[in-house]
């Protein structure tokens, strides 16, 4: 397993932009397929995003897709998200996580398919 810590989160107004990072120990990260998920307060974690180990794809839930975008770099054991128009329903702790290997069909949305956690960030966007 990775151990990984969030960073980035923080108060924005709507229509505002945040990016957040995930760095991660070992030395297989080029070998995880890394995902982002939110938890709002009464809410379950919610699938955000997700990349590729092997050609970093990604693939995005609807309601991020256009405004949010996941990237990695390998040679930092990094993985980011990029968010734009930033509304007030994205506000929520959010969270990393590391899948080794790989995930089929739409796995990547799941929760229990990923190995290891960060311990979130939150993100608050004011109306």
């Known amino acids: 397993q990775v151990q990984l810590v969030e960073s980035g989160g923080g108060l924005v107004q709507a229509g505002g932009s945040l990016r957040l990072s995930c760095a991660a120990s070992?030395?297989?990260?080029?070998?995880?397929?890394m995902g982002w998920f939110r938890q709002a307060p009464g809410k379950e974690r919610e699938f955000v995003a997700t990349?590729?180990?092997?050609?970093?794809?990604?693939y995005y839930a609807d309601s991020v897709k256009g405004r949010f975008t996941i990237s990695r770099d390998n040679a930092k054991n990094t993985v980011y998200l990029q968010m734009h128009s930033l509304k007030p329903e994205d506000t929520a702790v959010y969270l990393c996580?590391?899948?080794?290997?790989?995930?089929?069909?739409?796995?990547?949305?799941?929760?229990?398919?990923?190995?290891?956690w960060g311990q979130g960030t939150q993100v608050t966007v004011s109306s």
């Open positions: 996580a590391a899948r080794y290997g790989s995930l089929w069909s739409e796995a990547y949305k799941y929760a229990y398919n990923y190995d290891s």
């Open positions: 990349i590729t180990w092997s050609d970093s794809s990604t």
């Open positions: 070992g030395r297989t990260f080029s070998r995880y397929w």
